[in-house]
Every structure is written in structure tokens, then in C-alpha cells.
């Protein structure tokens, strides 16, 4: 049953909740209707739906992740059993005094941040390559990158946080705006997106491109390149990759591949050892 609830003005302008769907902030605040008076409640999101949006078609799950990225819940489990926090609840609602005492265990921060220990750091040397969680090979093709069974914590229903994304990205430009658009991602799009951020990195690492030519991450969002990575490697990221400029010592110009896929100068013929 739900409860009745109060809206502060503030809220419309909170520049964080502005950068989420209209949809995902009405969600926010028909939470609070769902909450108890400790700001707590069940993370079901087939029953959340039914409450909240009976007639709408919308993805309830996916809006919680992103009112989590953004700090406005708190989702953790307590023997096998998941819920819903409300950071700051009481402070800014008024609670009936007879309405009855929460029965839900509270949230208890983690001792590490989550997804820690699934974190994949990108090597800045071949020796270190080897650590990742992705097989690598220098002396093979495009192919030669292979993704290994993915962590559990970054299953489709977990996604990632955009650190995670982050981390790895080789391209360090517009982060900012790469971030706003991250939090419109639905879990499984994060998945993809950090699993083949790792796999860039790699190629990055192995000396098969170099960072400049990688796009930046809000392009790799907006067109979703993720889905150039699903078949491992696209052209490019491979040992006969064309995104690492390399100079004829000759002469001066950039080497090129020729239709044998063999980099060599197109004006003295120059072939690199």
C-alpha cells in the first residue's frame, strides 16, 4: 500500500536527476510511495512496475541502475534477498509518527567499492598484458585478442559502472559528457561497452594502435561501437592494424599497407624489419 509523500521544489532543479528520463524520475519519486519510513523497500522490479507503471512499457531494472549510478538509491542484498535504500529519506520526509517501524534490513556500506575485484587494469607493457583477464597473442591477427568468459560481476544484470568503462578506454577525451551518456545505458549495453573498453586497451598496450586514433569515449557511446567488438577485434586493432602511424626513415612519409596487407613506403619501397 502506498504512502503518502512530500516533494521538495528542489528536485526539479537537482542537476544530476535533470541528466535522467522524465520517466526515470517519476520512478524516483514513486519509490518514496513504496518506501517505509526508514526510506527502505523490496528491489523487486516486476512488482515495482506493477505499483508504479502498470500501463507503461518501460524497462524498471534498467531505471534502477540508473538511479544508482547517480546516488539516488542504494541496491544490496542481505541473505540471497535484495532491496532498495533511500539515501538521506528521513531528513527530507516528514513520516507519519504512527506509521510502523521498518522491518527490512538496513544498508551497510561495503568494505570495498563494488566491482573492485573485477576491475581489469590495461597493461602498459607486453610483460604486463599477460595479467589481463583476456588471452593475448603479439605474433597473431586481428583474432588474436579473445575474450575469456566474462566476470560475474559484470554480468548483463549488474552492467558496470562507468569506471569500469573508464578505466581500460584508451581515449581519454570528453569524459564528461561520455559519463551523462553512460547513464542511459541499460545494463547489458554496459557489459558490451566494458568488455570491449578492455579489449581496446589491450590493442593499445600490444602497440597495434595508438590512443590518439581511437575514438573518444562519448563517439564510442552515441554509436555504440561496442557492437564492432562482439566477433573480437575489428580491422585496425590487430599487429596489421592501420591506427599506428609509422614513418619511413627514408623519406620522411607514412608507411602504408599494400594489397598484400605488408606496411611498406610508397615511394623508395621501403619494407620495415
Known amino acids: 500500500m502506498g504512502r503518502q509523500r512530500m516533494i521538495r ?99 551497510k556500506r561495503p568494505k570495498t567499492p563494488p566491482l573492485q575485484e573485477s576491475r581489469v587494469k590495461v597493461a602498459t607493457s607486453r610483460e604486463k598484458v599477460s595479467s589481463l583477464d583476456v588471452d593475448v597473442s603479439l605474433k597473431q591477427g586481428p583474432r588474436a585478442v579473445v575474450r575469456k568468459e566474462q566476470p560475474e560481476a559484470l554480468s548483463p544484470r549488474a552492467g558496470g559502472s562507468f569506471d569500469d568503462f573508464w578505466g581500460p578506454y584508451p581515449n581519454k577525451t570528453g569524459k564528461a559528457d561520455a559519463q551523462k551518456k553512460w547513464r542511459r545505458l541499460s545494463p547489458a549495453d554496459r557489459t558490451s561497452a566494458v568488455k570491449a573498453s578492455v579489449l581496446m586497451g589491450v590493442a593499445v598496450a600490444g602497440g597495434y594502435r595508438e590512443p590518439q586514433y581511437c575514438p573518444g569515449g562519448l563517439t564510442f557511446i552515441n554509436q555504440r561501437r561496442w557492437e564492432d567488438w562482439e566477433e573480437g ?22 608507411l602504408t599497407y599494400d594489397e598484400s596487407d605488408t606496411l611498406r613506403c610508397g615511394v623508395c619501397g621501403l619494407v620495415p624489419s
Open 9 to 107: 521544489p528542489e528536485f526539479f532543479t537537482d542537476g544530476e536527476l535533470a541528466e535522467l528520463p522524465p520517466l526515470t524520475r517519476l520512478l524516483f519519486i514513486g519509490l518514496w510511495t513504496m518506501a517505509d519510513r526508514e526510506g527502505r523497500l523490496k528491489d523487486r522490479p516486476k512488482s515495482i512496475k506493477l505499483s508504479l507503471f502498470p500501463a507503461d512499457e518501460c524497462d524498471i531494472d534498467a531505471m534502477l541502475a540508473d538511479l544508482a549510478e547517480v546516488n539516488c538509491i542504494r541496491r544490496y542484498e542481505v541473505d540471497g534477498d535484495r532491496f532498495i535504500d533511500i539515501p538521506g529519506f528521513i531528513t527530507y520526509q516528514r513520516v507519519h509518527p504512527k506509521e510502523a517501524p521498518s522491518v527490512l534490513p538496513s544498508y
Open 233 to 254: 577485434p575489428p580491422a585496425g586493432y590487430g599487429p596489421n592494424g592501420n591506427g599506428k602511424k609509422k614513418e619511413c626513415h627514408r623519406c620522411g612519409v607514412t
